[in-house]
């Protein structure tokens, strides 16, 4: 059995050094802890992380195996062109870029937080950096299957002439770190 440490879950927020809206939502998370165990799914109260939902997703992860997207808010859908609630997120991943990504929502699901900078192009050609906080629930199905919350601080920009959607999205982020929550 896994020992998390919720110590070490605030030491890895302060090290990964993450933005005023990801912090804030990786604090409501901490908040959720039941002493050194990781929060479940249900003590998460979307109402308060309101702001939050439009770049709110949360996975489904069977480490090793699979990650199938449960919930995807309103921004990451303008952002990527589609909704894909329900859908096989590897399937969806360009096939050179699937290992990495799986390697990425399956640390994150045994007991880590990770934070992600992704690169994207908006329709008027200007780079857009994003960050992403990606934080673990405690719930294990039987299958082994875990939950994955997962926060982008991008949100599409509205002109008189409709949403300034991104053109050109990375398919996986370009930087990567993460700090496991174990107790040392």
Known sequence: MTVFNQAAAVAALDNLSFG???LRLAQYW???????ALPLRAAFDPKKAQAHLPGL????????????CR????????????DITGCDWLAMTKEDQRATRLFRYSSVARGAIARCIRRGIDRSGETILTEE???????IAEDG???????????PVVFERGTAELSE???IAAEFQSAPLMAA
């Open 145 to 155: 299957t875990r939950l994955v919350l997962y926060h982008a601080n991008w949100r």
């Open 169 to 171: 999205i990375d398919g």
């Open 30 to 36: 901490l908040s959720l802890w039941n002493g050194d």
């Open 57 to 68: 997703a949360i996975f489904e992860v069977k480490p090793d195996e699979s990650v199938r």
């Open 71 to 82: 919930l995807f808010g309103s921004a990451l859908v303008t952002a990527i062109g589609k």
């Open 20 to 22: 005023p809206e990801n």
């Open 133 to 139: 906080i990606m934080l673990p629930f405690g719930d």
